[in-house]
């Protein structure tokens, strides 16, 4: 490849991830209901055409912003899980570090998990980042359990039920660290704090 050929690459590159920057930071601002092709356009100074070479439009815009979501949710899950390696202390620390995510980016968190996409789950298509933020959860569990892909999916499907209830405001947010003890413990089967009253 050229030198120019390599520059060109680049600057495409640059501008692909401009324009899901400014999607997530509109999102984040305005709520994803504003994130329009057009307004993006402005936002990242390109005309609609540039940006409709990148992305055929919002869904893929979505796409793209879920998928970088997924990548840096599997990071933050890897680092909680390394800073405590015993089971039950990791899984308590990947559900803290899943439900702080989710509380402190609720639009991306939208676009990864609420929002319709073309993102498949537990899938052969499956995106490489999704499935190792999911592979942090199973490893949470000891490798002898057989069962330990049904585990970690069900704690994470009931930690997706808290996040969403909390942004809701159905539940109340005073009792989350509660209810994560329950749910570890449940699923661990060793208390992960200490005993109540």
């Not at 979501?69 to 390696?85: I, K, Q, V």
Request: include cysteine; glycine fraction near 4%; charged fraction near 25%.
């Amino acid at each position: 490849m050229s030198a120019i050929a390599k520059r060109r690459e680049r600057e495409r590159a640059r501008r692909h991830q401009l324009i899901i920057t400014a999607a997530r930071e509109l999102a984040e601002a305005e709520g994803w209901e504003a994130v329009a092709t057009r307004r993006l356009a402005e936002r990242v100074e390109y005309s609609q055409p540039v940006l409709y070479s990148h992305f055929n439009g919002k869904a893929a815009i979505l796409r793209a912003v879920a998928t970088e979501g997924f990548g840096e949710l599997a990071a933050r899950l890897r680092r909680a899980r390394l800073s405590t390696p015993e089971p039950p202390e990791a899984l308590h620390a990947v559900c803290r570090a899943y439900l702080e995510f989710a509380a402190e980016q609720p639009a991306l968190y939208q676009a990864m998990f609420v929002l319709p996409t073309e993102v498949k789950f537990a899938h052969a298509e499956t995106p490489p980042p999704l499935r190792a933020a999911f592979d942090e959860f199973v490893s949470c569990f000891r490798s002898d359990n057989l069962r330990r892909e049904l585990f970690a999916e069900v704690t994470w499907s009931a930690l997706h039920g808290i996040a969403a209830l909390s942004d809701s405001g159905r539940i109340p947010p005073d009792g989350q660290a509660e209810r994560l003890d329950f749910l570890v413990t449940q699923m661990a089967g060793t208390p992960s704090g200490p005993a109540p009253l």
